[in-house]
């Protein structure tokens, strides 16, 4: 008889090395997600509530049928968690895996995947990214455009094709990361900080699954009474009874779906599994085992040997406490391990048939007891329909408990066995993580659940069989889960519990909104800008998503996590996105945010982009772009002086006074605007008017259309008044045209100055000159004469000019400069000081300037006429000018006076009458 062929050690555990890492590197970059679906229409900004949705018991009985032994083996899905593709891609192609096909289904040559324009471009990408200092955060920038994109592709009927899409974009960029890190040392700074990000978007992505599983179902009992479901009837099979359980309790269906995310999580990782191994043997177990045996009884075997079983049932070596073979101890090991990952994983039919494949058809038929008994037949009908499920179920539960508890078997049989006997006590040593540990709490909670209401409700002849009484009578909470989960004495899980991911699917699992907002305020006063903006956008995002389900959030933690992630935005320029997380605000607080944003936006284009998106998002843009002027032109304000305390005529113009200047061009893009323009403009150019920046001045006027009056009284008349403006419009108007009156003047003033100060030198002649140069003095000056009778005929006109325009300002018509045409405008303080001051401070220098004029040109007469301009009762100068001003002013016009009695003139400039 041939023996098979006994594997060496080395070249056993080599080949096994080399079979693993081919494949899983393999199966690693198969993996594709879903792209995100588009949509057409656009969630509105307060999205309606899904509870409004209708839903018929007739529609609720049908979504609720689901197959619960598919629930509570691990080998189905619960109908109400979502499904999304796994690290492996289709796993249906394990499940078609035989002896043959094993290796070889996961060959590049199979996948092609070395050879696809995909994974060039993929390879290329990761190349470029690897050139940044910090190429997670560059690999995923994109999320944050791509989640306001796909909010705004759904209305609030399809929130959860939303969060699925959220999902998938999440999975794109996992994907991508991956490649990464694969290809970065894993000691350099940049490993740690992509495998960071990495981490964060594999539990975003997961998260967002928990969310479209629990809450679909939770939509769904909120709108339906559980009280309309039937009650099982007496003599109901098991399977039935907990059919009805499932449909009726929703501590048990929600629980389940934990249960399955967490499966459906392990299920991603499959693909990674570190000893995902070649099993040699094929029909045969234990096959050195069996081979050394049959050579003891060969009578040429010589030598001794260390004890083995002498038998090769599956009881033997606990039966007899004797060994296998090393080689097969290490497969059962490996075997066991790798059993157990895909019963983790709800991969228990895949299990199963991995049994099969390795020779352990009994190990099989054991993972299959727990499936519930049905009768079909029970009542009665025409056809006899075939029996499902294990009729002994309670016994086969009961040895699957004890074996569990037997310290002769592998710790991971143990735990395989305790799973589907919900021994918790042997299944949590071998869960070292918070998902395990999680999954292996729910898991027995769900299986505890079910088992008292068997017990409770199934009519049977036969004796139940014993299970421990603190199973039996736990009463299960999804609290007391999360109380034992921070009692566990594994650092490894304690440190998890404090996982922000982690915390946050706690709160989701116990639908405590309220729980997980106080958490977010603590994270933000305790960590603020430190948190990363991927956590920022996912809490965003999630508080958007509770909103449009009509889920109350508390309102100061969710305006707090808003205004941190838009400055997150801002501060990574995300400028398109800004706009409508600010909308999300409420309307005070949403102008305020928007508005100190803006203030940093320079760039004349970039303005009109950022209103536009402003308008777009439903904000108050008036109200906003008044409030950018506001706190700019409020910036580093000083208190108004006066003039003689100005070191220089004409102050020179800051960066800050630019600031203040380009600050108008906000509320001329729209010219609805023009009214608050004017008022914006005029409180800016009070303040330069005050500190002698007429250059600045200036410049802050040519920011004003010229028809922005006309367009003011055009927009009050489209909007049908017939009455006269707003007091506010009518005194805004009539201030800008006082500063305009200034400023001419003070231009017009400076022009004079200049060219009176250049007028042209007469022409000197030496003494005792030659004839050549005296014929040279005649001709200059000729030219002399030319040049200055053209210089006198400018000033002239200069002086005409400036004259009329000082007295523009000293009399301006309807009540004087700087005064309000309409005395029944809004109360506003602070502009009445500074008008007032304004006069104080440009009046009195108007009448010093005009005396310069006239005295200059010799006009000595009309000098004295400005005592009876600034004394006069109608415009009442006078009492603009402090005592020290009227005396330099009396001072001044007694020079004037001076100079007409050398005129021979009185001292008023008349004749002097003999």
């Given at each position: 008889?041939s ?7 080395e070249v056993s555990?080599a080949a096994?090395?080399q ?9 690693t970059?198969?993996?594709s ?7 057409s ?5 307060t999205p ?16 609720r ?6 629930i509570l083996g691990?080998?189905g899905?619960?109908?109400h968690v979502t499904?999304?593709p796994g690290?492996?891609?289709?796993l249906s192609m ?6 043959s096909?094993?290796g070889?289904?996961f060959?590049?040559q199979?996948?092609g ?13 990761s190349?470029v990214?690897?050139q940044?200092e ?12 791509d989640?306001l994109q796909?909010?705004?592709?759904h209305s609030?009927?399809?929130?959860f094709?939303l969060?699925?899409?959220?999902e ?5 960029q ?6 990464i890190?694969?290809?970065v ?6 490993f740690s900080?992509?495998?960071?990000i990495?981490?964060?978007l ?5 998260t967002w ?12 009992s ?5 009280t309309?479901?039937?009650?099982a009837?007496?003599?109901a099979s098991?399977?039935?009874?907990v059919?009805?359980l499932?449909?009726r ?5 929600q629980s ?7 499966e459906?999580?392990a299920k991603d990782?499959v ?5 995902n191994?070649?099993f040699?043997?094929k029909s045969?177990y234990w096959?050195n085992?069996?081979h050394?045996?049959k050579q003891?009884k060969m009578?040429?075997y010589?030598?001794?040997g ?7 049932d ?8 004797m060994?296998?073979?090393?080689l097969?101890?290490e497969?059962?090991n490996?075997l066991?391990?790798y059993l157990?990952t895909l019963?983790?994983a709800?991969m ?6 991995l049994?099969?494949?390795c020779?352990?058809a ?6 299959e ?7 079909p037949?029970i ?5 006899l329909?075939?029996?499902?499920g294990?009729?002994y179920?309670?016994v086969w539960?009961?040895?699957?408990w004890r ?6 078997f592998?710790?991971?049989?143990r ?5 589907l006997?919900?021994?918790?006590k042997?299944l949590?040593p071998v ?5 395990d540990t999680v999954w292996a709490?729910f898991?027995?909670m769900v299986?505890?659940?079910?088992e008292?209401?068997i ?6 002849t036969?004796?139940p069989?014993?299970?421990p009484?603190?199973?039996m009578?736990?009463?299960w909470t999804?609290e007391?889960v999360f109380?034992e989960?921070?009692?566990?004495e594994k650092?490894r899980?304690l440190?998890?519990?404090?996982e ?6 706690k709160f989701?699992?116990?639908?405590d909104?309220d729980?997980?907002?106080d958490?977010?305020?603590e994270?933000?006063s305790r ?7 991927h956590?920022l956008?996912f ?8 909103r449009?389900?009509g889920v109350q ?6 305006v ?17 996105l800004?706009?409508?997380?600010v ?6 607080l949403s102008i ?9 936006v320079?760039?004349?284009e970039?303005r009109?982009?950022?209103?536009e998106?402003?308008?777009e998002?439903g ?9 950018v ?6 910036r580093d304000a000083g208190?108004f002086a006066h003039?003689?305390?100005?070191p220089?005529l004409?102050s ?5 006074d630019?600031?203040k ?13 023009r009214?608050?323009a004017l008022?914006?403009s005029?409180a800016i150019?009070?303040?330069f ?7 600045a ?6 920011k ?5 009056i006309?367009e003011?009284?055009n ?7 017939e ?12 201030e ?6 200034y ?8 022009e004079?100055f200049k060219?009176?100060?250049?007028a042209p ?7 005792q000159?030659?004839?050549?140069e005296?014929v ?5 000056e000729?030219?002399y ?24 300002v000293?009399l301006?018509v ?5 005064v309000?045409v309409r005395?029944?405008a ?6 009445a000081?500074q008008m ?6 440009c ?7 005009l005396?310069?004029?006239l ?8 000098c004295?006429?400005?005592?009876d301009v ?13 005592k020290?001003?009227?005396r330099?002013l009396?001072?001044?016009l007694r ?7 050398d005129q021979?003139?009185?001292p ?5 009458q003999?």
């Amino acid at each position: 008889m041939s023996s098979p062929v006994v594997r060496d050690v080395e070249v056993s555990l080599a080949a096994r090395r080399q079979s693993s890492q081919k494949r899983v590197s393999i199966l690693t970059d198969t993996w594709s997600g879903a792209s995100p679906s588009s949509r057409s229409q656009q969630l509105p900004r307060t999205p309606g509530t899904l509870l409004r949705q209708p839903l018929t018991p007739q529609t609720r009985s049908a979504a609720r049928q689901p197959d619960v032994s598919a629930i509570l083996g691990s080998g189905g899905r619960s109908t109400h968690v979502t499904q999304t593709p796994g690290r492996l891609g289709n796993l249906s192609m394990l499940s078609n895996l035989d002896e043959s096909n094993w290796g070889t289904n996961f060959t590049p040559q199979r996948t092609g995947i070395l050879d696809s324009p995909s994974f060039t471009e993929e390879v290329t990408m990761s190349a470029v990214l690897l050139q940044e200092e910090d190429p997670g955060e560059a690999a995923t920038m994109s999320m944050f455009s791509d989640f306001l994109q796909y909010f705004h592709t759904h209305s609030s009927s399809t929130v959860f094709e939303l969060v699925q899409d959220y999902e998938a974009a999440c999975r794109e960029q996992v994907k991508i990361l991956e490649k990464i890190v694969k290809r970065v040392p894993s000691a350099h700074l940049k490993f740690s900080k992509t495998a960071s990000i990495l981490w964060l978007l594999q539990q975003e992505m997961v998260t967002w699954r928990l969310l479209t599983s629990l809450y679909k179902d939770r939509i769904q009992s909120a709108l339906e009474d559980e009280t309309m479901f039937e009650i099982a009837a007496p003599n109901a099979s098991e399977k039935t009874v907990v059919e009805k359980l499932f449909q009726r309790d929703s501590l048990v269906r929600q629980s389940q779906l934990v249960v399955d995310w967490l499966e459906s999580i392990a299920k991603d990782g499959v693909g990674d599994f570190s000893d995902n191994i070649e099993f040699y043997a094929k029909s045969v177990y234990w096959e050195n085992t069996l081979h050394t045996l049959k050579q003891r009884k060969m009578s040429t075997y010589i030598g001794g040997g260390r004890p083995l079983v002498t038998e090769l049932d599956p009881d033997a070596p606990v039966r007899q406490k004797m060994p296998l073979d090393d080689l097969d101890r290490e497969d059962d090991n490996r075997l066991l391990q790798y059993l157990f990952t895909l019963i983790r994983a709800g991969m228990t039919d895949e299990a199963q048939r991995l049994c099969k494949r390795c020779g352990q058809a009994w190990r099989a038929a054991t993972l299959e007891g727990w499936k519930l008994y049905h009768d079909p037949n029970i009542n009665g009908g025409s056809e006899l329909e075939p029996v499902a499920g294990n009729p002994y179920r309670g016994v086969w539960k009961a040895c699957c408990w004890r074996m569990a508890d037997d310290e002769q078997f592998n710790r991971y049989e143990r735990a395989i066995y305790a799973t589907l006997s919900g021994n918790l006590k042997q299944l949590l040593p071998v869960c070292n993580s918070w998902d395990d540990t999680v999954w292996a709490y729910f898991r027995v909670m769900v299986d505890c659940l079910v088992e008292q209401e068997i017990r409770t409700s199934v009519m049977t002849t036969q004796e139940p069989e014993e299970l421990p009484r603190d199973y039996m009578d736990t009463n299960w909470t999804l609290e007391k889960v999360f109380d034992e989960l921070q009692a566990t004495e594994k650092k490894r899980v304690l440190e998890e519990n404090k996982e922000h991911y982690h915390v946050i699917q706690k709160f989701i699992i116990l639908g405590d909104v309220d729980g997980l907002m106080d958490e977010f305020s603590e994270w933000l006063s305790r960590e603020g800008k430190l948190l990363l903006g991927h956590l920022l956008r996912f809490m965003t995002h999630l508080i958007l998503f509770f909103r449009t389900l009509g889920v109350q959030t508390k309102e100061n933690v969710s305006v707090e996590v808003l205004k941190a992630y838009i400055e997150v935005l801002i501060n990574g320029k995300h400028t398109d996105l800004i706009a409508f997380y600010v909308s999300h605000l409420p309307q005070e607080l949403s102008i305020s945010q928007y508005a100190a944003f803006l203030e940093n936006v320079t760039e004349l284009e970039q303005r009109y982009h950022c209103l536009e998106l402003a308008k777009e998002a439903g904000l108050d843009v008036a109200t906003i772009t008044k409030t950018v002027v506001e706190n700019i032109r409020k910036r580093d304000a000083g208190e108004f002086a006066h003039h003689d305390l100005a070191p220089a005529l004409d102050s020179g113009t800051t960066e800050d006074d630019l600031l203040k200047i380009h600050a108008i061009d906000w509320l001329v893009f729209d010219p609805a605007q023009r009214a608050e323009a004017l008022k914006q403009s005029n409180a800016i150019m009070r303040n330069f008017l005050a500190t002698k920046k007429h250059e600045a001045a200036k410049e802050v006027f040519a920011k004003i259309p010229q028809d922005s009056i006309a367009e003011i009284y055009n927009q009050w008349e489209e909007q049908g008044m017939e009455s006269e403006l707003p007091a506010e419009d009518d005194n805004a108007i009539k201030e800008h045209l006082c500063i305009r009156a200034y400023l001419e003047a003070h231009e017009t003033f400076n022009e004079w100055f200049k060219h009176m100060n250049s007028a042209p030198q007469k022409p000197t002649l030496v003494g005792q000159a030659s004839f050549t140069e005296k014929v040279a003095h005649e001709h200059r000056e000729s030219k002399y004469e030319l040049d200055f009778s053209i210089w006198k005929g400018i000033l002239d006109n200069l002086t005409i000019d400036v004259k009329e325009k000082m007295y523009n300002v000293l009399l301006f018509v309807n009540g004087g400069w700087m005064v309000d045409v309409r005395e029944d405008a809004e109360d506003d303080p602070e502009r009445a000081h500074q008008m007032s001051l304004l006069r104080r401070l440009c009046l009195p220098m108007m009448c010093f300037l005009l005396h310069t004029v006239l005295h200059n040109t010799k006009q000595f007469q009309e000098c004295l006429r400005l005592a009876d301009v600034v004394s006069s009762e109608q415009h009442k100068l006078y009492m603009e000018f402090s005592k020290d001003e009227l005396r330099k002013l009396l001072q001044k016009l007694r020079e004037s006076s001076l100079m007409l009695l050398d005129q021979d003139l009185d001292p008023l400039g008349y004749e002097v009458q003999s």
